[in-house]
Structure formats: C-alpha cells, structure tokens
Nanobody, 127 residues
Framework: QVQLVESGGGLVQAGDSLRLSCAASGLTFSEYAMGWFRQAPGKEREFVGGISRSSRKTYYRDSVRGRFTMSRDNAQNTVYLQMNSLKPEDTAVYYC????????????????????WGQGTQVTVSS
C-alpha cells in the first residue's frame, strides 16, 4: 500500500532551520506532484508549498516564500522541505501529500486534490 512517512520535525528557536523529509513507497513517485501542508492548533490545515512532477515548478504560500524551499529526489522517492528563518507562527504539524492529477508542471493547492497523506511531523518554534 501507499505510505508517506515524514521526518525531521522538532523543537527549535526562532531563526533556526529544519529540513523535513517525506519518504514515499507503494507508488510511482515520479508520477505525483508533491505538497506540504501544515495544521496549527485550533486552525485549519493549510497549503505550505508544492513541487511539480517535473521538479521544474515550485509554489509556496506567501508567508513562507523566500524562507522555505522544496526539492525532490525521484531516485530516492523522497521530497524535502527546507525551512529557514523559522518563526513561532510556523509551529504546526506538517504533512506531506501526493497528487496524481494535474500536468507535468502543475502544482495544486487544494487539499482535496491530493490522493495520499502522511501522518505528519511536529514542528515547534519557540520565541
């Protein structure tokens, strides 16, 4: 079966960096666009960033653009989220998700567009 397993979360101070990883299995990874979402306590889950199947396109929500960077390694079936200059408002559970729909260079931002989800990894940023 399909599995997405996130890792790399933790407790850091404001201004620090973290790199999240999401290892995929049970699917043809190169056929999926990948996204990262997050959910803070008491808030709805929100799109953070996405990377196209081709790896040529990335897209981020405004609040993380310039600080977060996504990449993928299709040989390792892994997608990464490099998070720099972390802020307390980045505190959330971070989820990776896989999207089979869309074109080679497409990134979709709706949760309902994604077919598979990981269990999440906690990121806590202290001030």
């Amino acid at each position: 079966q399909v599995q997405l397993v996130e890792s790399g979360g933790g407790l850091v101070q404001a201004g620090d960096s973290l790199r999240l990883s999401c290892a995929a299995s049970g699917l043809t990874f190169s056929e999926y666009a990948m996204g990262w979402f997050r959910q803070a306590p008491g808030k709805e889950r929100e799109f953070v960033g996405g990377i196209s199947r081709s790896s040529r396109k990335t897209y981020y929500r405004d609040s993380v653009r310039g600080r977060f960077t996504m990449s993928r390694d299709n040989a390792q079936n892994t997608v990464y989220l490099q998070m720099n200059s972390l802020k307390p408002e980045d505190t959330a559970v971070y989820y990776c998700a896989a999207d089979l729909g869309g074109g080679l260079h497409t990134i979709r931002v709706g949760q309902n567009d994604y077919d598979y989800w990981g269990q999440g990894t906690q990121v806590t940023v202290s001030s």
